[in-house]
């Protein structure tokens, strides 16, 4: 092997930067020491790259000061980790920390440390040249490289974690005021400010949603609030009570349909929507609404209901003990016989009101003959002395169907 390819070459430990002094002779140690005596004026330089460099950082609110001293940290820092002094990732964290706090974006971050070390390497570079120490520095190129990429990587890890702590932070506090809101205990001086905070319109028309959450953790409407914001319609979500809440700000008379139909195709959970109201001290009457039409949705089903739409569903929700009690008092003969035909019995009836009180149509709806829907309906008129040709007793009969469906 000639001397140029030593020249070149580094070894395995040599091109891990978790063992980046590893291999490294003392020619290059020395360099790298001797270069600690001029952090100020190599930092000052990289200092002036990236700012003509990176635009991120001439328009950011990052003081001038700041960034000279977190370049001179890591400045330092690689220095001193390449001469075999020290080792640490904290200098690169707290660029990091420093930079997701100024609002830089992670590619100014990243670009920046590109930017250093290139300019990191050229002062390398000629300083090498100087003390004819050009050879010792290639053959520990990797290992130089490899630690400012290990910076880099660490910068972004700790960026990204202050980017998540500030997203939990302004989620909780947005969360605080949907809550606020739809208790109903926001001050009237305060609401406009409040819907604003949570990106909703002072002049809109409002919906709530109460959406069942599953002990899974499933999302009850995978992508709602995405899905609403394509459609022009501005939303706020909060977890409360074991429910999934939202405020939608409705600004035109058809969003409304639109809100619904959006949450209609999400549904993976029980769903319920208020009717629209026009002021937000409104909101937690809505609240209650959303929450009676979510349970007006059978149990174990997944669907949307709309306050309003079935009023029957609605009492029965309200009053589960009277509910139960017409149950009891109109079906329950029915659990005299085996539980498959009670249940056989209940789908005729609802077959047959989903058809008007079209036998025919009843029967297509249950895949049989129409006299098979006669001889039931007959059935469960000898069993609970209701029959639903009389209208009082198809009014029993239809109430206590629904509060069996709703329980």
Same mark, same amino acid.
């Given at each position: 092997?000639?001397?140029?390819?030593?020249?070149?070459?580094?070894?395995?430990?040599?091109?891990?930067?978790?063992?980046?002094?590893?291999?490294?002779?003392?020619?290059?140690?020395?360099?790298?020491?001797?270069?600690?005596?001029?952090?100020?004026?190599?930092?000052?330089?990289?200092?002036?790259?990236?700012?003509?460099?990176?635009?991120?950082?001439?328009?950011?609110?990052?003081?001038?000061?700041?960034?000279?001293?977190?370049?001179?940290?890591?400045?330092?820092?690689?220095?001193?980790?390449?001469?075999?002094?020290?080792?640490?990732?904290?200098?690169?964290?707290?660029?990091?920390?420093?930079?997701?706090?100024?609002?830089?974006?992670?590619?100014?971050?990243?670009?920046?440390?590109?930017?250093?070390?290139?300019?990191?390497?050229?002062?390398?570079?000629?300083?090498?040249?100087?003390?004819?120490?050009?050879?010792?520095?290639?053959?520990?190129?990797?290992?130089?490289?490899?630690?400012?990429?290990?910076?880099?990587?660490?910068?972004?890890?700790?960026?990204?974690?202050?980017?998540?702590?500030?997203?939990?932070?302004?989620?909780?506090?947005?969360?605080?005021?949907?809550?606020?809101?739809?208790?109903?205990?926001?001050?009237?001086?305060?609401?406009?400010?409040?819907?604003?905070?949570?990106?909703?319109?002072?002049?809109?028309?409002?919906?709530?949603?109460?959406?069942?959450?599953?002990?899974?953790?499933?999302?009850?409407?995978?992508?709602?609030?995405?899905?609403?914001?394509?459609?022009?319609?501005?939303?706020?979500?909060?977890?409360?009570?074991?429910?999934?809440?939202?405020? &939608? +700000?409705? %600004?035109?008379?058809? =969003?409304?349909?639109? $809100?619904?139909?959006?949450?209609?195709? /999400?549904? @993976?959970?029980?769903?319920?929507?208020?009717?629209?109201?026009?002021?937000?001290?409104?909101?937690?009457?809505?609240?209650?609404?959303?929450?009676?039409?979510?349970?007006?949705?059978?149990?174990?089903?997944?669907?949307?209901?709309?306050?309003?739409?079935?009023?029957?569903?609605?009492?029965?929700?309200?009053?589960?003990?009277?509910?139960?009690?017409?149950?009891?008092?109109? &079906? +329950?003969? %029915?659990?005299?016989? =085996?539980?498959?035909? $009670?249940?056989?019995?209940?789908?005729? /009836?609802? @077959?047959?009101?989903?058809?008007?009180?079209?036998?025919?149509?009843?029967?297509?709806?249950?895949?049989?003959?129409?006299?098979?829907?006669?001889?039931?309906?007959?059935?469960?008129?000898?069993?609970?002395?209701?029959?639903?040709?009389?209208?009082?007793?198809?009014?029993?009969?239809?109430?206590?169907?629904?509060?069996?469906?709703?329980?």
């Amino acid at each position: 092997m000639s001397p140029s390819d030593n020249a070149v070459r580094t070894t395995a430990a040599q091109l891990d930067p978790r063992n980046v002094t590893a291999g490294l002779d003392a020619d290059a140690r020395a360099l790298f020491a001797e270069m600690l005596d001029s952090v100020e004026l190599i930092s000052s330089r990289i200092v002036d790259g990236i700012l003509n460099g990176e635009h991120a950082y001439a328009e950011s609110t990052l003081e001038l000061s700041v960034l000279e001293s977190v370049v001179a940290e890591n400045v330092e820092a690689i220095l001193l980790g390449l001469s075999g002094s020290s080792r640490s990732l904290e200098a690169p964290r707290r660029a990091g920390r420093v930079k997701a706090a100024s609002n830089i974006p992670m590619a100014g971050l990243l670009h920046a440390y590109r930017l250093a070390g290139l300019q990191l390497w050229e002062e390398m570079m000629s300083r090498s040249r100087a003390s004819s120490r050009s050879e010792a520095l290639l053959r520990v190129s990797s290992a130089v490289w490899g630690i400012i990429d290990e910076y880099s990587n660490a910068a972004a890890d700790a960026y990204r974690e202050v980017i998540d702590d500030i997203g939990r932070k302004d989620q909780q506090a947005k969360s605080v005021t949907l809550l606020t809101l739809l208790e109903g205990e926001a001050a009237t001086g305060d609401i406009g400010r409040m819907l604003r905070a949570l990106g909703l319109s002072e002049h809109a028309t409002y919906l709530v949603v109460a959406a069942e959450l599953s002990g899974t953790g499933e999302d009850p409407m995978p992508g709602i609030a995405p899905r609403l914001r394509a459609a022009g319609i501005p939303s706020a979500w909060a977890t409360w009570k074991g429910e999934f809440v939202g405020l &939608l +700000g409705c %600004l035109v008379e058809t =969003d409304t349909t639109i $809100a619904t139909h959006v949450v209609a195709e /999400l549904a @993976a959970s029980r769903i319920g929507v208020s009717r629209t109201f026009a002021n937000v001290t409104a909101a937690s009457e809505a609240v209650t609404q959303a929450r009676l039409a979510m349970q007006c949705v059978p149990s174990g089903d997944s669907g949307v209901h709309r306050y309003g739409s079935a009023p029957l569903d609605v009492l029965l929700v309200r009053d589960p003990t009277s509910a139960a009690e017409i149950h009891t008092t109109v &079906l +329950g003969p %029915l659990t005299t016989i =085996d539980p498959r035909d $009670a249940e056989l019995l209940l789908d005729t /009836l609802e @077959a047959w009101f989903t058809a008007e009180g079209s036998t025919s149509e009843a029967a297509r709806l249950l895949h049989c003959h129409r006299n098979t829907v006669l001889h039931r309906l007959a059935k469960l008129s000898e069993l609970t002395g209701r029959s639903v040709t009389r209208p009082s007793e198809a009014a029993e009969l239809y109430t206590a169907l629904r509060a069996a469906r709703l329980s």
